[in-house]
Structures are given as structure tokens and as C-alpha cells.
T-cell receptor, first 116, second 113 residues
Framework: AQSVTQPDIHITVSEGASLELRCNYS??????LFWYVQSPGQGLQLLLK??????LVQGIKGFEAEFKRSQSSFNLRKPSVHWSDAAEYFC??????????????FGKGTLLTVNP | KAGVTQTPRYLIKTRGQQVTLSCSPI?????VSWYQQTPGQGLQFLFE???????NKGNFPGRFSGRQFSNSRSEMNVSTLELGDSALYLC????????????FGPGTRLTVT
């Protein structure tokens, strides 16, 4: 069965500093990987996704993530954090069967606090 | 194009009652998935419907059920509510049965007292 681990429950960074959120996955086949962001009281917004091809994926809001198969990782990065980036971030792996994928398995999330 | 809508946004129920939550997918989307989000367990897959058929179900008790209508709108029902059912329930729709195209709604916050 697939699983996702986000080792950092809470990260605090200063505005303007760089950011890296860690994600490790376990999945038997080629994974479909995602990063979502959730602001308080809101649903999930997709930041970026990886299926195949270039292992460095660009997303919205200046985020990028790098897929490393050898390390089973899909870390999220941003060169300069803005106060509006404060939110909870979820890494997820897509899974399914019979040629379709229908289910996301999420990590526990990383809460990002941004200091002025 | 309107996004995924969920109603109601907030709900308070008493233990033992039942509740029905509604999800209206993006126009043209045929697949609807439901997830439960709690502080302890995080985000967990409940079930997925495609063209009015439940095709996949997560590891939840039978008290959790759902259905999908011909217009792709979906409802989920929880019977005999327990305190632990307090959660944010998220609905996601996609054109087909692919998670890469899922769009999430804002969720329904259910509080069981």
C-alpha cells in the first residue's frame, strides 16, 4: 500500500528566506505525486504535480518540487517566502488500479509559519 | 467555470443523529471523491463515485455511505454519528477517474456534540 511521510510537522521561516518542505513516499509503481496547500478554513489548492518526464516541476506561486526516485522523495521548494505563504502543505501520492487512478494518499501535512 | 461547491459549509449535530452532506462537481465532471480530514488522522479517502456507481471505498465503517445522481451531484451520509466523526469533509471532482485532474471544494465542517 502507498504511504506518504512529511517529517516536519511545523516549520517557521522568516519572510524572504528560502523554504524546503520534505516529502517521502512509498509506492510500488511509478508514482503520481502532488503538493497541495490549505489555508485555514479552506479546501485544498493544487500547487504542482509530477507524473513523468522532467524531475523538476514548476508550480504556481513560485513553488517548485524535485522528484528523486532513488530517495523516494518529492521535496517542495521556494527561493523566497512571502507572508501569504503561511498555510499547511500536504504532499500526496495518487493510486488506483486497473489503469485508472482515483485515490490520493496524503501525508500528515507541514504547517508553515512565516515571521515578518 | 464554477468550482466545486459543498453544502452546507458548517454543521452541528448531536451524537446518534445522522447527517447528509452535498457536493456539486464542476460542470462536466463525472467523478466525485470524498475525503475526511481530522487533526489526528489527517486526510483520508472515503469513497469515489463515477457515473452514479461507487467504484472505490476507503477503510471506513458502514455508517459512512454515499451516492451520486445522474447530474453527477453527490451526497454522503453518516448515520449514528459519533464524536470522532467531527471533521472537515472534502469533496473533489474530476472529468474522469484520474486524481491528477481533481478539483477540491471548500469542505463541510461537521461538529458532533
Amino acid at each position: 500500500a502507498q504511504s506518504v511521510t512529511q517529517p516536519d510537522i511545523h516549520i517557521t521561516v522568516s519572510e524572504g528566506a528560502s523554504l524546503e518542505l520534505r516529502c517521502n513516499y512509498s509506492y510500488g509503481a511509478t508514482p503520481y505525486l502532488f503538493w497541495y496547500v490549505q489555508s485555514p478554513g479552506q479546501g485544498l489548492q493544487l500547487l504542482l504535480k509530477y507524473f513523468s518526464g522532467d524531475t523538476l516541476v514548476q508550480g504556481i506561486k513560485g513553488f517548485e518540487a524535485e522528484f528523486k526516485r532513488s530517495q523516494s522523495s518529492f521535496n517542495l521548494r521556494k527561493p523566497s517566502v512571502h507572508w501569504s505563504d503561511a498555510a499547511e502543505y500536504f504532499c500526496a501520492v495518487g493510486a488506483g488500479s486497473g489503469g485508472s487512478n482515483y485515490k490520493l494518499t496524503f501525508g500528515k501535512g507541514t504547517l508553515l509559519t512565516v515571521n515578518p | 467555470k464554477a468550482g466545486v461547491t459543498q453544502t452546507p459549509r458548517y454543521l452541528i449535530k448531536t451524537r446518534g443523529q445522522q447527517v447528509t452532506l452535498s457536493c456539486s462537481p464542476i460542470s462536466g465532471h463525472r467523478s466525485v471523491s470524498w475525503y475526511q480530514q481530522t487533526p489526528g488522522q489527517g486526510l483520508q479517502f472515503l469513497f469515489e463515485y463515477f457515473s452514479e456507481t461507487q467504484r472505490n471505498k476507503g477503510n471506513f465503517p458502514g455508517r459512512f455511505s454515499g451516492r451520486q445522481f445522474s447530474n453527477s451531484r453527490s451526497e454522503m451520509n453518516v448515520s449514528t454519528l459519533e464524536l470522532g466523526d467531527s471533521a472537515l469533509y472534502l469533496c473533489a471532482s474530476s472529468p474522469r477517474d484520474r486524481v491528477d485532474e481533481q478539483n477540491f471544494g471548500p469542505g463541510t465542517r461537521l461538529t458532533v456534540t
